[in-house]
């Protein structure tokens, strides 16, 4: 009996699905959930809140930082480039 080319591919992708699900339920079981979470208050989360729209607000202003030295420096470029030769 000749098993098809498609058959033999069909069975590994299976088997391999079948080998990932057991090294991920394994993995999940070893791995501990975030302890500091579980049992967190309001207060707590509510710190953890302010603390993470903190952050998100520092991270804006580092962006909007880092494009305007972008803009500057390819303005400096572009009037390097518009600058006529030197002798």
């Known amino acids: 009996m ?3 080319d498609w058959a033999l ?3 590994v ?5 079948m080998v ?6 394994k ?3 070893s791995t501990p959930a975030l302890p500091g979470l579980r049992g967190a208050s309001d207060a707590e ?13 520092r991270l804006g202003e580092v962006e909007e930082r880092l ?6 420096l390819a303005g400096q470029r572009d009037a390097d480039r518009l600058e006529p030769p030197r002798p």
């Open 27 to 29: 993995l999940r079981a």
């Open 9 to 11: 591919g069909v069975s």
């Open 2 to 4: 000749i098993i098809p």
């Open 67 to 72: 494009d305007f030295a972008e803009r500057l």
């Open 45 to 57: 989360l509510g710190e953890l809140r302010q603390a993470l729209e903190a952050t998100q607000q």
């Open 20 to 25: 990932a699900k057991i090294v991920l339920a």
């Open 13 to 17: 992708i299976i088997f391999a699905s």
